[in-house]
């Protein structure tokens, strides 16, 4: 019978958590540490932003990592950007400081004495992008095996950015070379905010043996999105003669006819008219397009809050 998620976690991680003050373990989270736990499975986990996909993939992993340290880099982080390295490092390196696990980067800001070190004595926990594990081999081929002699779990993060395209590719052949290189198939775990095709990440994972590839995703996130289109008219070139506009007297003939109700507030009508007259146009407004209303409206309604625009 399963043990508690909780139990099978090192006490370091345990104490970890607490330190944290989790409450309790998410649905993903508890899926991972059983898979990382009680099976030999690669695994793919999949779940919204800020919905627990590292922590899913690491408790685990160093979890296994403090219970069996050994002289090598023993878990990869693949990341596609420097920044999400950098984040995530500040991340990890919460999660493993009481459990004296290191966590180093490798990417094109990290100062060469790290990098070094790192190749001289290997250890723990390694971020990295494609491109900086590529350069190991091209600069540091023969101390490749040396310094990923324990390597148990490669994570790539952002999964799916992989898919269909070179840089996937080339991480495909980036795993196959590192495995041939120290002889033995570490364990894969893939980590994305979306996937529409979990096939697809078995199968780029593990080509050859896509039933070994353990698929979690989180079905219990719903998120509302919200989206709003707004058009924008042109103005006339300048020189043209525009629409002829009703005088404010017109107006408010037009609209007591079409509203009986406003007979009597003739006068509360001719406010709001005079408020709704556009202002008179200066040289700068005719130099202005449809451009310059859509920047405008951007910054008056989206400057305090995060949004994709189209």
Request: charged share 20%.
């Amino acid at each position: 019978m399963s043990q508690e998620p909780f139990s099978l976690l090192h006490p370091g991680v345990q104490a970890a958590i607490w330190k944290m003050g989790w409450k309790k373990l998410k649905a993903i989270q508890v899926q991972a540490i059983h898979t990382i736990c009680e099976t030999e499975k690669h695994m793919v986990i999949c779940a919204p932003t800020a919905g627990g996909k590292t922590e899913a993939a690491f408790l685990p992993i160093i979890s296994k990592l403090a219970a069996n340290p050994q002289p090598s880099v023993q878990a990869i982080y693949v990341g596609p950007l420097k920044a999400l390295i950098n984040d995530q490092f500040r991340r990890l390196e919460e999660l493993c400081i009481t459990l004296e696990i290191p966590v180093h980067r490798w990417h094109g800001d990290v100062p060469a004495n790290q990098k070094k070190a790192l190749r001289e004595k290997p250890s723990g926990i390694l971020l990295i992008t494609p491109e900086s594990l590529e350069s190991n081999f091209v600069n540091y081929g023969v101390q490749v095996s040396h310094v990923y002699r324990h390597l148990s779990f490669v994570v790539v993060d952002e999964l799916h950015s992989f898919f269909g395209n070179e840089r996937g590719v080339h991480l495909q052949s980036l795993l196959s070379r590192l495995q041939n290189t120290i002889g033995f198939a570490p364990r894969l775990v893939g980590l994305s905010a979306t996937l529409a095709n979990p096939q697809l990440s078995r199968a780029f994972l593990a080509p050859d043996a896509v039933e070994t590839v353990q698929v979690i995703q989180d079905t219990s996130a719903k998120r509302e999105i919200k989206f709003g289109i707004k058009t924008f008219l042109a103005r006339p070139p300048v020189g043209t003669i525009p629409a002829p506009r009703l005088t404010s007297e017109q107006s408010l003939a037009f609209a007591s006819s079409l509203r009986p109700q406003t007979v009597g507030k003739e006068k509360e009508l001719a406010a709001l008219i005079q408020q709704r007259k556009p202002a008179a146009t200066t040289d700068k407004d005719k130099n202005r397009d449809a451009l310059d209303e859509i920047a405008d409206d951007i910054v008056r309604n989206f400057k305090n809050s995060t949004n994709l625009i189209f």
